[in-house]
């Protein structure tokens, strides 16, 4: 079956690839490789950013007294930890990556250049953004969002460990309701959680064509997406 979108970029939630408390749900990554290194087969450009939320949930917990640089800092250098994993497992796959930082680290990954990441894709290389935008007090969010507004991305799909947008906590709320479709400025104006707010304000100044929002307990759903179901929530201009 075609896919629906051409080049993507793909937003893994850290967390997502955990393991109840456990840094690493091996298998499940392997899962998530298998359905990036399918995506690639089928001629998709594909861009990654996976959060750190696995490793290091920021100013958050026992960490809340930390310096706030310092403490995104180290979810920086929490979503290389992840990042690597993800580029060993895809390329296990038998599909060429790369894997590059917003801040440079030059044994381990390529510094990220606009240019350079371009010409990966027209590769065929799965490309694995880390270190979010290399600044602190912005979410791997807004790194999604920035990263794929400068590599024309067609659409954001944002797999989370959640199964759409509701319009209350569906944690908390047993009577939240899922929301299918939704505009950027409802988003914003209604402070669902889609993104970061400054990640949602990137993709509408920006006409970023769709973010989907889909659960990731299933990576297959990340092909169902690519293949044209209507699953989880589609947030647009």
């Given at each position: 079956?075609?896919?629906?979108?051409?080049?993507?970029?793909?937003?893994?939630?850290?967390?997502?690839?955990?393991?109840?408390?456990?840094?690493?749900?091996?298998?499940?990554?392997?899962?998530?490789?298998?359905?990036?290194?399918?995506?690639?087969?089928?001629?998709?450009?594909?861009?990654?950013?996976?959060?750190?939320?696995?490793?290091?949930?920021?100013?958050?917990?026992?960490?809340?007294?930390?310096?706030?640089?310092?403490?995104?800092?180290?979810?920086?250098?929490?979503?290389?930890?992840?990042?690597?994993?993800?580029?060993?497992?895809?390329?296990?796959?038998?599909?060429?990556?790369?894997?590059?930082?917003?801040?440079?680290?030059?044994?381990?990954?390529?510094?990220?250049?606009?240019?350079?990441?371009?010409?990966?894709?027209?590769?065929?290389?799965?490309?694995?953004?880390?270190?979010?935008?290399?600044?602190?007090?912005?979410?791997?969010?807004?790194?999604?969002?920035?990263?794929?507004?400068?590599?024309?991305?067609?659409?954001?799909?944002?797999?989370?460990?959640?199964d759409g947008v509701y319009d209350?906590?569906?944690?908390?709320?047993?009577?939240?309701?899922?929301?299918?479709?939704?505009?950027?400025?409802?988003?914003?104006?209604?402070?669902?959680?889609?993104?970061?707010?400054?990640?949602?304000?990137?993709?509408?100044?920006?006409?970023?064509?769709?973010?989907?929002?889909?659960?990731?307990?299933?990576?297959?759903?990340?092909?169902?997406?690519?293949?044209?179901?209507?699953?989880?929530?589609?947030?647009?201009?």
């Amino acid at each position: 079956m075609a896919m629906i979108y051409k080049r993507v970029l793909l937003k893994l939630s850290g967390e997502a690839l955990g393991d109840n408390g456990k840094l690493f749900d091996h298998e499940q990554i392997d899962r998530v490789a298998a359905v990036i290194g399918e995506l690639s087969r089928r001629q998709v450009q594909v861009a990654v950013v996976i959060g750190a939320g696995n490793i290091w949930r920021g100013r958050q917990g026992p960490a809340a007294n930390m310096n706030a640089v310092t403490a995104d800092h180290m979810g920086m250098l929490g979503t290389v930890i992840n990042s690597l994993a993800m580029q060993d497992a895809v390329e296990r796959q038998g599909v060429l990556t790369r894997l590059q930082t917003a801040v440079e680290m030059t044994r381990f990954a390529e510094p990220y250049t606009y240019r350079r990441a371009i010409r990966h894709l027209e590769k065929g290389r799965v490309l694995i953004f880390a270190c979010g935008t290399g600044n602190p007090f912005f979410s791997t969010d807004t790194a999604a969002a920035l990263r794929s507004v400068e590599i024309g991305a067609e659409a954001i799909l944002l797999a989370k460990n959640v199964d759409g947008v509701y319009d209350d906590d569906p944690r908390a709320n047993p009577n939240a309701r899922l929301l299918k479709d939704i505009t950027y400025s409802e988003a914003i104006q209604r402070n669902l959680r889609v993104m970061d707010p400054s990640a949602l304000t990137i993709c509408n100044e920006n006409k970023v064509s769709a973010i989907r929002v889909f659960g990731l307990e299933q990576p297959e759903n990340i092909l169902r997406v690519m293949e044209g179901e209507d699953l989880g929530t589609t947030v647009h201009p």
